[in-house]
T-cell receptor
């Protein structure tokens, strides 16, 4: 089946630094990618939706200047957490959907666990 | 009110038991329904879609009641490998392609 790869799987950084997470669709063109965040024992919360070649659409309460999303190609979207703080520590997961994937199933990356010290 | 509500559990059952999970959703115009499985510290993976007529996949049976806005998942003959968190997922009306709403998940532990 379709594969979405996310990197890095785990990152630890100091408060105030920026962290970039990559999400790649390996065998299909992802016109739309989604970024989620999941805190312990909580559900996945959609942060933003990115469409290739256009600006991302952010969910209410998500700071677009803090969580920079770039979807420059049909196979790559990046999420940059700028000036990270300990409260940004979370599990970040991307998912991708292509024009042929209108069944509702999303293909998820493996997730990136961010720890901000 | 949250889009999708689930009993978080945890459910602790012995091997071979039958266990049922329930879920309700708030948007009556929701289009598609799914159960995903998420293992600890892993990404969610699709377990099965849920159809109005009800559907079965091996030991798993999913039911949808649109009038009550209620979704269920039944697991028969539980295996140790079924231990995971089960996420009820709803695709909203008029949403962008692939936009899904997740319940917080129901944790299941199957013990020997």
């Amino acid at each position: 089946g379709a594969v979405v790869s996310q990197h890095p799987s785990r990152v630890i950084c100091k408060s105030g630094t920026s962290v970039k997470i990559e999400c790649r669709s390996l065998d299909f063109q992802a016109t739309t990618m989604f970024w989620y965040r999941q805190f312990p024992k909580q559900s996945l919360m959609l942060m933003a939706t990115s469409n290739e070649g256009s600006k991302a659409t952010y969910e209410q309460g998500v700071e677009k200047d803090k969580f920079l999303i770039n979807h420059a190609s049909l196979t790559l979207s990046t999420l940059t957490v700028t000036s990270a703080h300990p409260e940004d520590s979370s599990f970040y997961i991307c998912s991708a959907s292509g024009a042929s994937h209108y069944t509702g199933e999303l293909f998820f990356g493996e997730g990136s666990r961010l720890t901000v010290l | 009110r949250k889009e999708v509500e689930q009993d978080p559990g945890p459910f602790n059952v012995p091997e071979g038991a039958t266990v049922a999970f329930n879920c309700t959703y708030s948007n009556s115009a929701s289009q598609s329904f799914f159960w995903y499985r998420q293992d600890c510290r892993k990404e969610p993976k699709l377990l099965m879609s849920v159809y109005s007529s009800g559907n079965e996949d091996g030991r798993f049976t999913a039911q949808l009641n649109r009038a009550s806005q209620y979704i269920s998942l039944l697991i028969r003959d539980s295996k140790l490998s079924d231990s995971a968190t089960y996420l009820c997922v709803v695709k909203g009306r008029g949403s962008t392609l692939g936009r899904l709403y997740f319940g917080r998940g129901t944790q299941l532990t199957v013990w020997p």
